[in-house]
């Protein structure tokens, strides 16, 4: 017996994949959130010394380890970061062919 098996490739963001509304800033969100806790970790913060540093309540220290960046902008994230003396640089490259392929497709 063969079953046939589809694969589809990925755009390179999971976000744009499962058909959120604003891929890139979902990406960068979690690319941000990936280093907060990467930080946290290496410090061995707890929650409740992590939101004093970051200025935040111990909730949304919890929902930020946990993924749940819904409440948070980007800005936000980059004063979490600058607060934890991190500085974010922003890099502006010219798309690929086939990425710019790819957000036709999307849109």
């Known amino acids: 017996m063969t079953d046939d098996i589809s694969i589809t ?4 963001n999971v976000f744009a ?4 509304a604003n891929p890139e800033e979902e990406l960068l969100k979690a690319k941000l959130v990936r280093e907060l806790r990467a930080i946290l970790k290496r410090r061995r913060l707890t929650q409740v010394k992590a939101a004093e540093l970051m200025n935040l309540k111990q909730p949304d220290v919890s929902a930020l380890l946990n993924g749940r960046t819904g409440k948070f902008t980007l800005d936000r994230l980059v004063r979490c970061l600058d607060r934890l003396d991190y500085t ?4 502006v490259r010219h798309k ?5 392929s790819q957000t ?4």
């Open 96 to 100: 690929t062919r086939a990425q710019r």
């Open 88 to 91: 974010v640089d922003v890099v």
């Open 9 to 12: 490739h990925s755009s390179g």
């Open 17 to 20: 994949d499962l058909g959120f």
């Open 104 to 107: 036709r497709a999307v849109a």
